[in-house]
């Protein structure tokens, strides 16, 4: 079984920062890209940002761009999210999740594996 383990949310007053983490736990899974979600109360699943695993190419939601960053560790099969300035309409859960193929409509959608989720809550 592999399984998708996102962490570090947390609570954290507006402007300040957090980093979110995603490995895998079990058997190997190939991974073309990796994503962040995330889904706040009353309102549609949004996608936030992605990455490449091969290239590191990145892709953000315009909401998200200046503030966010994503990248990769290889070697740890890991992906992180470095959140800065945030703000309060940031408050959400936030999933990882993993493609093992490109699908027409990547990044916004097109993941085979998804991370239980990790609660970021930012307090103004």
């Known amino acids: 079984q592999v399984l998708l383990v996102d962490s570090g949310g947390g609570l954290v007053h507006a402007e300040g920062s957090l980093r979110l983490s995603c490995s895998f736990s079990?058997?190997?899974?190939?991974?073309?890209?990796r994503g962040w979600f995330r889904h706040a109360p009353g309102k549609e699943r949004e996608f936030v940002a992605a990455?490449?695993?091969?290239?590191?190419?990145?892709y953000y939601a315009d909401s998200v761009k200046g503030r966010f960053t994503i990248s990769r560790e290889n070697a740890k099969n890991t992906a992180y999210l470095q959140m800065n300035s945030l703000k309060s309409e940031d408050t959400a859960v936030y999933y990882c999740?993993?493609?093992?193929?490109?699908?027409?409509?990547?990044?916004?959608?097109?993941?085979?594996?998804w991370g239980q989720g990790s609660q970021v809550t930012v307090s103004s």
């Open positions: 079990g058997l190997t899974f190939r991974t073309v890209g």
């Open positions: 999740a993993a493609a093992s193929s490109y699908a027409t409509t990547w990044p916004e959608e097109g993941y085979d594996l």
């Open positions: 990455i490449t695993w091969r290239g590191g190419h990145t």
